[in-house]
Protein backbone atom coordinates (compact mmCIF):
# COMPACT_ATOMS: atom_id res chain seq x y z
CA UNK A 1 0.00 0.00 0.00
CA UNK A 2 2.83 2.11 0.49
CA UNK A 3 3.93 2.52 -3.19
CA UNK A 4 0.06 3.52 -4.06
CA UNK A 5 0.05 5.90 -1.09
CA UNK A 6 3.18 7.98 -2.41
CA UNK A 7 1.65 7.39 -6.12
CA UNK A 8 -1.70 8.98 -4.86
CA UNK A 9 -0.04 11.75 -2.97
CA UNK A 10 1.64 12.97 -6.08
CA UNK A 11 -1.42 12.46 -8.18
CA UNK A 12 -3.14 14.85 -5.85
CA UNK A 13 -0.12 17.14 -5.31
CA UNK A 14 -1.92 20.51 -6.66
CA UNK A 15 -5.32 20.27 -4.23
CA UNK A 16 -3.33 19.17 -1.45
CA UNK A 17 -1.57 22.29 -1.49
CA UNK A 18 -4.65 23.52 -0.05
CA UNK A 19 -5.76 21.17 1.77
CA UNK A 20 -2.94 19.55 2.97
CA UNK A 21 -5.15 15.95 3.13
CA UNK A 22 -5.27 13.16 0.83
CA UNK A 23 -6.83 9.56 0.81
CA UNK A 24 -5.39 6.39 0.64
CA UNK A 25 -6.81 3.31 -1.54
CA UNK A 26 -8.14 2.13 2.06
CA UNK A 27 -9.96 5.18 2.45
CA UNK A 28 -7.62 6.34 5.12
CA UNK A 29 -7.33 10.02 5.37
CA UNK A 30 -3.32 11.21 6.50
CA UNK A 31 -2.31 14.57 6.33
CA UNK A 32 0.77 16.32 4.60
CA UNK A 33 4.12 17.94 5.76
CA UNK A 34 6.26 20.34 4.11
CA UNK A 35 9.00 18.42 4.35
CA UNK A 36 7.32 15.58 2.66
CA UNK A 37 6.50 13.28 5.36
CA UNK A 38 2.77 12.13 6.08
CA UNK A 39 0.70 10.83 9.16
CA UNK A 40 -2.65 9.19 9.45
CA UNK A 41 -5.49 11.92 10.66
CA UNK A 42 -6.83 9.63 13.30
CA UNK A 43 -3.37 10.00 14.53
CA UNK A 44 -2.46 5.91 13.68
CA UNK A 45 1.28 5.01 13.85
CA UNK A 46 3.04 4.78 10.61
CA UNK A 47 7.32 4.32 9.94
CA UNK A 48 7.01 5.79 6.33
CA UNK A 49 8.87 9.07 6.57
CA UNK A 50 10.83 10.26 3.41
CA UNK A 51 14.40 9.23 3.34
CA UNK A 52 16.85 12.00 2.43
CA UNK A 53 20.47 11.88 2.28
CA UNK A 54 22.63 13.88 5.22
CA UNK A 55 25.06 15.87 3.32
CA UNK A 56 27.16 16.27 6.45
CA UNK A 57 29.58 14.06 7.67
CA UNK A 58 29.96 12.67 11.03
CA UNK A 59 32.53 11.76 12.94
CA UNK A 60 34.10 10.68 16.47
CA UNK A 61 34.70 13.49 19.26
CA UNK A 62 38.01 13.72 19.76
CA UNK A 63 36.98 12.52 24.00
CA UNK A 64 35.44 9.50 22.96
CA UNK A 65 38.55 7.31 24.32
CA UNK A 66 37.11 4.04 25.29
CA UNK A 67 36.07 1.72 22.64
CA UNK A 68 33.89 -1.13 23.06
CA UNK A 69 34.19 -4.39 20.33
CA UNK A 70 31.01 -5.85 19.39
CA UNK A 71 31.67 -9.71 19.64
CA UNK A 72 29.19 -10.28 17.40
CA UNK A 73 29.36 -8.04 14.61
CA UNK A 74 32.40 -5.77 13.33
CA UNK A 75 30.63 -2.46 14.89
CA UNK A 76 32.49 -0.77 17.76
CA UNK A 77 31.43 2.09 19.96
CA UNK A 78 33.64 4.85 21.20
CA UNK A 79 32.66 7.03 24.24
CA UNK A 80 33.91 9.13 27.00
CA UNK A 81 34.86 7.33 29.79
CA UNK A 82 34.27 10.50 32.20
CA UNK A 83 30.53 10.93 31.38
CA UNK A 84 29.51 7.51 30.35
CA UNK A 85 29.38 3.87 32.13
CA UNK A 86 28.51 0.43 30.58
CA UNK A 87 27.42 -3.20 30.81
CA UNK A 88 28.10 -6.06 29.01
CA UNK A 89 24.94 -7.80 29.14
CA UNK A 90 25.49 -11.70 29.01
CA UNK A 91 23.30 -14.62 27.98
CA UNK A 92 20.76 -14.97 24.98
CA UNK A 93 17.93 -13.36 27.05
CA UNK A 94 19.32 -9.94 26.46
CA UNK A 95 18.60 -8.43 23.41
CA UNK A 96 21.30 -5.46 24.00
CA UNK A 97 24.74 -6.77 23.95
CA UNK A 98 25.92 -3.58 25.54
CA UNK A 99 23.96 -0.67 27.67
CA UNK A 100 25.03 2.33 28.36
CA UNK A 101 23.82 5.08 30.96
CA UNK A 102 25.24 9.15 30.90
CA UNK A 103 25.93 9.81 34.81
CA UNK A 104 23.92 11.47 36.84
CA UNK A 105 21.07 11.91 34.10
CA UNK A 106 18.20 10.27 32.51
CA UNK A 107 20.38 9.79 29.10
CA UNK A 108 20.44 5.56 27.99
CA UNK A 109 22.24 4.13 25.55
CA UNK A 110 22.36 0.39 23.75
CA UNK A 111 24.04 -1.52 21.46
CA UNK A 112 22.03 -4.32 19.44
CA UNK A 113 24.08 -6.78 17.78
CA UNK A 114 22.85 -9.65 15.50
CA UNK A 115 24.78 -12.20 13.11
CA UNK A 116 22.05 -11.48 10.57
CA UNK A 117 22.89 -9.51 7.85
CA UNK A 118 19.88 -7.53 7.31
CA UNK A 119 18.92 -4.95 4.67
CA UNK A 120 18.91 -1.86 6.57
CA UNK A 121 15.82 -0.29 5.22
CA UNK A 122 14.12 -3.41 6.66
CA UNK A 123 16.41 -3.29 9.56
CA UNK A 124 14.72 0.14 11.02
CA UNK A 125 11.17 -1.11 9.82
CA UNK A 126 11.77 -4.24 12.35
CA UNK A 127 12.87 -1.90 14.93
CA UNK A 128 9.79 0.22 14.45
CA UNK A 129 7.33 -2.85 14.69
CA UNK A 130 8.98 -3.35 17.78
CA UNK A 131 8.32 -0.40 19.28
CA UNK A 132 4.92 -0.27 18.40
CA UNK A 133 4.83 -3.62 19.89
CA UNK A 134 5.93 -1.81 23.39
CA UNK A 135 4.01 1.79 22.44
CA UNK A 136 0.93 1.35 20.39
CA UNK A 137 1.40 5.15 19.51
CA UNK A 138 4.97 5.27 18.47
CA UNK A 139 6.04 6.69 15.08
CA UNK A 140 9.09 7.66 13.01
CA UNK A 141 9.20 11.20 13.55
CA UNK A 142 12.97 11.29 11.91
CA UNK A 143 14.85 9.24 9.34
CA UNK A 144 17.75 9.68 7.36
CA UNK A 145 21.40 8.62 6.09
CA UNK A 146 24.07 9.45 7.35
CA UNK A 147 27.92 8.77 6.62
CA UNK A 148 29.20 7.89 10.63
CA UNK A 149 33.22 7.43 10.80
CA UNK A 150 33.26 6.75 6.73
CA UNK A 151 30.04 4.23 6.99
CA UNK A 152 26.90 4.28 5.52
CA UNK A 153 23.92 4.25 8.67
CA UNK A 154 20.42 5.27 8.69
CA UNK A 155 19.35 7.33 11.44
CA UNK A 156 16.32 7.02 12.77
CA UNK A 157 14.23 9.13 15.49
CA UNK A 158 11.13 7.14 17.12
CA UNK A 159 8.74 9.09 19.91
CA UNK A 160 6.33 6.93 21.81
CA UNK A 161 4.64 6.18 25.07
CA UNK A 162 4.68 3.34 27.39
CA UNK A 163 2.99 3.23 30.75
CA UNK A 164 2.41 6.82 30.48
CA UNK A 165 6.16 7.69 29.75
CA UNK A 166 6.39 9.98 26.76
CA UNK A 167 10.10 8.78 25.07
CA UNK A 168 12.26 9.35 22.47
CA UNK A 169 14.54 7.03 20.86
CA UNK A 170 17.51 8.33 18.56
CA UNK A 171 20.06 5.73 16.86
CA UNK A 172 22.27 4.21 13.96
CA UNK A 173 20.96 1.10 11.69
CA UNK A 174 23.82 -0.53 9.89
CA UNK A 175 24.53 -3.92 8.67
CA UNK A 176 27.05 -5.33 6.36
CA UNK A 177 27.90 -8.98 5.83
CA UNK A 178 29.09 -9.56 9.86
CA UNK A 179 25.42 -8.93 10.90
CA UNK A 180 23.30 -5.95 12.14
CA UNK A 181 23.60 -3.54 14.53
CA UNK A 182 21.37 -0.96 16.53
CA UNK A 183 22.99 1.59 17.97
CA UNK A 184 20.34 3.58 20.33
CA UNK A 185 20.26 6.74 22.67
CA UNK A 186 16.82 7.15 24.69
CA UNK A 187 15.72 9.00 27.20
CA UNK A 188 12.38 10.69 28.08
CA UNK A 189 10.58 13.28 25.06
CA UNK A 190 11.61 16.79 25.65
CA UNK A 191 14.20 15.57 27.01
CA UNK A 192 16.95 15.07 23.95
CA UNK A 193 17.57 19.17 23.64
CA UNK A 194 19.38 18.75 26.67
CA UNK A 195 21.04 16.08 26.64
CA UNK A 196 21.77 16.71 22.64
CA UNK A 197 25.53 17.21 22.62
CA UNK A 198 26.09 14.08 24.86
CA UNK A 199 23.40 12.26 21.94
CA UNK A 200 25.20 13.18 19.06
CA UNK A 201 28.95 12.39 20.62
CA UNK A 202 27.43 9.27 21.73
CA UNK A 203 26.25 8.17 18.69
CA UNK A 204 28.98 9.52 16.32
CA UNK A 205 31.32 6.90 18.56
CA UNK A 206 30.54 4.36 15.93
CA UNK A 207 32.17 2.61 13.64
CA UNK A 208 33.48 -0.92 12.10
CA UNK A 209 36.25 -2.57 12.38
CA UNK A 210 37.42 -3.96 8.84
Not at 1 to 20: E, G, P, T, Y
Not at 164 to 170: A, D, M, N, V
Not at 187 to 203: A, S
Amino acid sequence: MRIFIILLLCAFSFSVIASKKAVTEEGDVVILNDDGTWKYEDGSASDYIELKVNPNIFSKNKKSNFTLKSTKTNSTFSINSKEWEFKKNKGDHDSAEYTFKLKDSDLYGMAISEELEIEIEELTKIAFDNAKGAAPDAKVVKKEYRTVNGHKVIYMEIVGTIQSIKFKYLGYYYSDSSGSTQYLAYTGLGLENKYKEEINNFLNGFSVSL
